[in-house]
């Protein structure tokens, strides 16, 4: 059954986690995402799962690790500092293969910074963010139907591939309320194995989940075994939404709340007759290269919008490679590229 | 003929990596004769810290976990919550549990989790070689206090174990030391009691172990043994704190 409900992004994606199926949610408090922790706490005990308010980032990670650990779909979320906190835990995740959903609403930063949208942990994200050579899927939603719905793609992902899984949105997303079709509680996601899970050693022999490997050799095989899946990950998993590309002499990149103000542009002009299209990556990683491997033509020119300075950009132009001119148009710190700015940077590229 | 002692089940017939004397041996043993007299092996899960006894799970032949240096109470919690019939237990030395952990050793007390703590004091940093923990004594020398511990530059050693029993949700606490086989039975009763009470759901529950590091104490490990006994325990009292 189809229920249609007002939410905010940062309830559709605490509901999502719910009906994907997440029975352990630890968080600690911080601005632009205290919805979520607060929704958790309420909805967290009637789905029969648990809610914990940590004492700290790093204890909510540590104890998603646990609760992964235990088999069992976990998450927790934050916005910019406090991921940065988070960054030893996700480290161990991935070093431990340990499945998870972990939200960033990101804020304006370096350092404190403030509440305001902001994109610029996108190098954070899809790098890896802590130690070591690894990555997360990164899954950036635009629309608040949108937060809902990749909420059981990311346990999905993180469940099959067995790596934890962030879910890139800013406070905008989280704020803004949107009407959702939410699925029926009943949804089935799929079920992935964990021969590992800690479930106590009752007819099977012991199991050790961890992430150190001393011998020597182990730990180059353990990362070899590890870009294997990675490179499996950007074969299969790369997402995003494209408009009007097969004409488009111009095209747009953009991501979450930036692609919609993007998107606009582009309907805007092309009312005008204006050969202008949009692509919006969804996955960040793994980045949508195959979009631009099949768009890029002769003429064809990127314009890449960020509320950062430059950081999706680089993707950009490691997936165009030079085949076609990149131009960059970015804000940060709470600043929103504006309509107005775009089509005025889009003036003055197409000449 | 009786037989009245074995090797326990829950522990594997391999050597450890531990130094000579060194009393992580003994405490993985007597957690394993519990494990077996509680018959609880095949519901278990250890966690296991950052330290000496990082690898304890190549030890202990039942499900473990590996904590980043000081969360082991943090994934502790994870665990013990998303499957509640397990018998959960961390195994954490003293800069694990009382330094880079103790907010998380605090708070996780603070809640009652249904756990069972080991705590490994062995006043130094055995891994990494032989630093100062929060438990190193006044005027004990460290790779990091040459001169020996200074109150005045490094304050006084953490008794952790008496500001965790001042906690309400905090349900038994007890110093014990490996010093001499009367007092390892001591432990072995100790730990036991932190384990029944977990299986009896009656909150959290830790046992901070005197344990002998006669590498970084600069002793044999007879000497070491003695000096638990002679000097460690004027800091750190033996009994039942709470």
């Known amino acids: ?351 | 003929m009786k037989q009245i002692f074995t090797h326990p089940k829950s522990l594997r017939k391999i050597s450890t990596h531990y130094c000579p004397g060194c009393g992580h041996g003994i405490a993985h043993r007597l957690i394993s004769e519990v494990v077996d007299e509680l018959k609880i092996r095949e519901k278990v899960v250890g966690v296991a810290p950052v330290g000496c006894a990082v690898v304890a799970y190549d030890y202990w032949d039942f499900d473990c976990c590996e904590a980043a240096h000081g969360r082991a109470l943090a994934v502790a919690t994870g665990i013990k919550r998303s499957r509640p019939d397990i018998v959960v237990f961390t195994y954490q030395g003293d800069g694990d549990l009382a330094a880079i952990g103790t907010n998380e050793t605090l708070h996780a007390a603070n809640r009652g989790e249904n756990l069972t703590v080991i705590f490994i004091n062995n006043a130094v940093y055995g891994m990494t070689g032989g630093q100062m923990a929060p438990t190193t004594l006044l005027g004990q020398k460290t790779a990091t206090t040459p001169l020996g511990r200074d109150s005045k530059l490094q304050g006084y050693p953490l008794r952790i174990s008496e500001i965790l029993a001042q906690l309400p949700a905090v349900r038994y606490i007890e110093r014990v030391a490996l010093s001499s086989p009367k007092e390892v039975l001591k432990a072995r009763g100790a730990i036991k009691e932190a384990f029944q009470n977990q299986i009896d759901h009656l909150g959290f529950s830790l046992v901070e172990i005197l344990s002998p590091c006669p590498t970084y104490w600069g002793l044999s490990p007879k000497a070491a043994m003695d000096w638990i006994r002679d000097v460690m325990v004027k800091e750190f009292p033996l009994g039942r704190i709470k």
């Open chain 1, 1 to 351: 059954m189809l229920k249609k409900i007002l939410m905010s992004g940062n309830e559709a994606l605490a509901e999502g986690a719910i009906q994907a199926g997440c029975s352990f949610y630890a968080g600690y408090p911080i601005t632009p995402q205290n919805e979520i922790p607060a929704y958790m706490a309420r909805r967290m005990p009637e789905a029969k799962g648990v809610f914990i308010q940590a004492e700290s980032e790093l204890a909510a990670i540590n104890m998603v690790f646990g609760a992964s650990a235990a088999g069992v779909r976990a998450m927790t979320s934050s916005s910019s500092p406090g991921i940065s906190l988070k960054q030893e835990g996700i480290s161990y995740l991935a070093g431990a293969q340990l499945p998870c959903v972990v939200v960033n609403m990101m804020r304006g930063g370096p350092g404190l910074g403030n509440i305001a949208p902001a994109q610029s942990d996108y190098f954070q994200a899809t790098r890896g963010g802590g130690h070591g050579d690894y990555h997360c899927i990164v899954l950036a939603p635009a629309y608040v139907q949108e937060a809902y719905d990749l909420m059981f793609k990311a346990f999905d992902l993180a469940d099959n591939y067995w790596m934890p899984v962030i879910i890139l949105g800013d406070g905008c997303l989280g704020q803004m309320m949107e009407p959702v079709l939410t699925q029926n509680a009943k949804r089935k996601t799929k079920n992935a194995k964990k021969p590992w899970a800690l479930t106590g050693c009752k007819d099977r022999i012991p199991n050790v989940v961890k992430s150190f490997y001393l011998r020597e050799g182990d730990l180059e095989r353990f990362n070899l075994l590890l870009q294997n899946k990675y490179r499996q990950v950007q074969q299969k998993e790369q997402l995003y939404e494209g408009a009007f590309l097969d004409d488009a002499k111009i095209i747009l990149i953009a991501y979450g709340t930036m692609a919609r103000v993007a998107k606009s542009v582009v309907d805007r002009l092309r009312q005008k007759g204006k050969k202008i299209g949009l692509i919006r990556p969804i996955s960040l990683w793994p980045f949508p290269k195959k979009a631009f491997t099949q768009y890029t033509r002769r003429n064809t020119q990127y314009l890449v919008i960020e509320m950062s300075y430059g950081q999706m950009l680089e993707d950009v132009e490691l997936a165009v490679n030079g085949k076609a001119p990149v131009e960059f148009l970015g804000r940060s710190g709470g600043g929103i590229p504006t309509e107005k700015e775009i089509m005025d940077k889009i003036k003055k590229i197409s000449g």
